[in-house]
């Protein structure tokens, strides 16, 4: 017997634009429901949703959170996603786990950018949609542009539930537009039963036997309403517009009364997925196979591993082995948890439509599908935007050396939209965030609960050297101090490896005349050639000549940068029966490599990315100029929905290090982008001074 039908569970996700509301409104349906004893509040930190220290901090949700009520026989679990675009990874894995996305748009501020991206990505996850126009108590509202907006955006689908009475000081109530009263208001700042006109005919528009009544004239019961009205926003073809003011507790009880009426049990949105290939549902049944999959992850400071997952059929048991698809590890769920904001009880079943935390599995990652009692189950994978603001990281004190790397994995699990990589030619450790701001917040995370100071920096950009021409030349390395002396000759011919060569058609006797042996490295296109004749480099100091040059190589000549594309011929030297040895003709071949390197027509190889820039199309002209200034190359364009238009570039990498910002402010938030290496190319003569005069390369002296 599970805890709950799953008729009577609705999960919905509150989603929308930062500030606008969200997470009021959480906290006073959880008091209205008498999960509190009063009504918490995000501004002076008494909100159970909002309780991390950053958030309280900063007044905003910066990770979603999860609670939940009964109200009218039913058990609501809600979602509380942070507005702020950063943080829209939570919102991307927080719809998966619920049916009804609930957006929340302010009165004040209309309709904003997050706003719509949570519109848009609510409809392609075939989401039950519900608007919420919160701040209704507020100054300077136009409400008929603002309805007249929304009617733009989802035509007749979006249909007024109620209306306010007023708006500023004047709002002190909603008049139920499905069930008009017979007087009206004056002054109601919507036409009622116009209002109730288009919601009857959007939520008869899916039942056909329903429309043909209406249209015959025959008046419809209630009932008959009520049931057409939630298929109706089940299917999508109703999106219900509901007036509020959460801090003044106006239109918050109709709200949770519509929702538990209204919104979608998991019953009529079955998991969509692919079993062995083919497209299936998954029914949410108590007695059905268990499938759950991980929407959020939290590494607790006390909990620890807390993998946030949604059970869409079976009952999940303690201690049961579940299968994770993406592994094909099996593990066990010791523990489960209900979650109520920052507190927890433990549980030792859930049944499906449930959201519980399964914990200190560490093989769980958020997106992960867990299953028993079926096979060769996979899903869509989550669709995260990929973060694009750079910065290298590093701890402020020696001994945090060892912390850092796990630190910033942890939030890494936790963070959809931030990512951290050590770069394996810089060595640096890189951390991509959405924006400078939430880079900034992971290091408030990693001073507050990791314990670690870290200073940040731009990444370095991974230039190359090469050499665009051929030259030879030799060095000695002699001294004598003392003891016993060091004696090594070392000629070298360097020239260039063209890239993409194919190792055994290019080198051959032909081309490198007494060719004896060749190491040839992919990943440096580089090849050591060994063209000794007669003895004059004795065999057994030939690996150290190739050492010493693969150092040099790394460390580059120029700006410290890696050497690539080059090909180094060892024709010729000499040795000292006593003095030589290993090092001095390491030494030998690394001073050579660097003089006959400068005489070979040394270059600097930058890399080139491609980009696919996301604009508004009227914003096309100053993108265009603004790629311009940074010697940049416009590829193509394509058109993309909602008027705009993906302009594919390529540009140098060290002139897009800081685009996102650029961009933000160049298309008002937005536009977005994406970019990956394409290829290494000769940066021009004024670059390559630019980075040379920046680049400390430490001289060596023989
Ligand atoms: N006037 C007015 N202010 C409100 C209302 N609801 C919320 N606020 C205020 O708006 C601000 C933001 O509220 P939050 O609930 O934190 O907004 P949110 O949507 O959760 O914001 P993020 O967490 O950043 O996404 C707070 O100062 C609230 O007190 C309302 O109905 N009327
Ligand atoms: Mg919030």
Redesign the pocket.
């Known amino acids: 017997m599970v805890r709950y039908a799953v008729d009577c569970i609705r999960n919905i996700v509150?989603a929308?634009?930062?500030?606008?509301?969200?997470?009021?409104?959480?906290?006073?349906m959880l008091y209205r429901a008498g999960q509190n004893t009063r009504p918490g509040?995000?501004?002076d930190g008494t909100?159970l949703?909002?309780t991390d220290e950053d958030?309280k901090e900063?007044?905003?949700?910066?990770t979603s959170h999860l609670a939940h009520f009964d109200h009218n026989g039913c058990h609501v679990n809600v979602l509380?996603?942070?507005?702020?675009p950063d943080?829209i990874g939570h919102t991307i894995s927080g719809l998966d786990a619920v049916e009804t996305a609930v957006i929340?748009i302010?009165?004040?501020s209309g309709i904003e950018v997050?706003t719509r991206k949570a519109f848009q990505l609510a409809e392609e996850s075939g989401k039950a949609r519900m608007i919420v126009i919160?701040?209704?108590?507020?100054e300077n509202i136009d409400l008929p542009s603002l309805l007249g907006y929304l009617h733009e955006m989802f035509g007749t689908h979006c249909a007024l539930m109620n209306a306010p009475n007023g708006v500023g000081s004047r709002f002190t109530a909603v008049i139920s537009a499905l069930e008009p009263p017979t007087s009206v208001p004056e002054e109601l700042p919507v036409d009622l039963a116009h209002a109730h006109q288009e919601l009857v005919d959007a939520a008869v528009e899916a039942d056909e036997a329903l429309m043909e009544k209406y249209l015959s004239g025959s008046p419809l019961e209630p009932d008959e309403l009520a049931r057409a009205m939630v298929h109706a926003i089940a299917d999508g073809a109703l999106i219900p517009i509901f007036f509020?003011?959460?801090?003044?507790d106006?239109g918050v009880q109709e709200f949770m009364d519509a929702l538990v009426a209204y919104a979608p049990s998991p019953v009529p949105l079955p998991l969509k997925v692919k079993q062995n290939g083919e497209d299936t549902v998954i029914e949410p049944r108590p007695d059905g196979p268990v499938v759950a999959r991980v929407f959020k992850t939290r590494i607790d400071p006390f909990v620890s591993r807390m993998s946030f997952a949604r059970l869409y059929s079976g009952t999940l048991k303690k201690d049961a082995s579940l299968k994770n698809e993406r592994s094909g590890k099996m593990l066990k769920a010791h523990q489960m948890l209900d979650v109520q904001g920052a507190t927890h009880e433990a549980v030792s079943e859930a049944g499906p439509g449930e959201l519980v935390v399964i914990v200190k599995a560490d093989d769980l990652r958020t997106g992960d599908l867990l299953t028993s009692g079926i096979d060769g189950l996979a899903t869509r994978p989550f669709t995260f935007p990929i973060p694009m603001i750079a910065l290298a990281v590093e701890p402020r004190s020696q001994s945090d050396q060892q912390k850092i790397s796990g630190a910033l994995h942890k939030i890494e699990d936790e963070d959809p939209t931030f990512t951290v990589s050590r770069e394996a030619q810089t060595h640096e450790m890189v951390m991509h965030g959405m924006s400078e701001l939430h880079l900034q917040l992971v290091q408030n995370r990693l001073h507050n609960r990791e314990k670690v100071d870290v200073i940040v920096h731009p990444p370095k950009v991974p230039y190359h050297e090469t050499v665009m021409g051929v030259a030879e030349g030799s060095y000695r390395h002699k001294k004598q101090s003392g003891g016993a002396g060091q004696f090594a000759e070392v000629h070298l011919r360097i020239s260039p490896c063209p890239q993409g060569v194919n190792p055994e058609e290019f080198f051959t006797q032909e081309r490198f005349p007494s060719l004896r042996r060749y190491h040839y490295d992919a990943a440096h296109n580089f090849c050591f050639i060994d063209r000794v004749t007669g003895g004059s480099v004795p065999n057994q100091f030939i690996p150290a000549v190739e050492k010493g040059v693969r150092e040099r190589l790394e460390k580059g000549v120029l700006a410290g940068c890696q050497v690539q594309d080059v090909v180094v011929e060892l024709f010729f030297g000499k040795d000292h029966p006593v003095d030589s040895n290993e090092n001095a003709f390491k030494t030998a071949a690394r001073m050579c490599f660097r003089d006959v390197f400068l005489k070979a027509k040394p270059a600097l190889l930058e890399p080139i990315v491609h980009l696919d820039i996301t604009i508004p199309q009227s914003k096309l002209g100053d993108i265009t100029s603004d790629l311009n200034s940074r010697r940049g190359r416009m590829e193509g364009m394509d058109a993309a929905p909602g008027g705009m238009t993906v302009v594919k570039a390529h540009a140098p990498l060290a002139e897009v290090m800081t685009y996102a910002r650029n961009l933000s402010s160049l298309t008002g938030g937005q536009g977005s982008f994406t970019m990956e290496f394409s290829h290494y190319e000769a940066a021009p003569a004024h670059e390559q001074q630019k980075v040379m005069a920046g680049a400390k390369v430490a001289e060596e002296e023989a």
């Open positions: 509150l929308g634009h930062g500030a606008v509301g969200k997470t009021t409104l959480a906290d006073r509040c995000p501004d909100s949703l909002d958030e900063r007044k905003h949700s910066v509380d996603a942070p507005g702020y943080f929340v302010s009165a004040t997050n919160n701040k209704c108590d507020g509020m003011s959460a801090k003044k106006i």
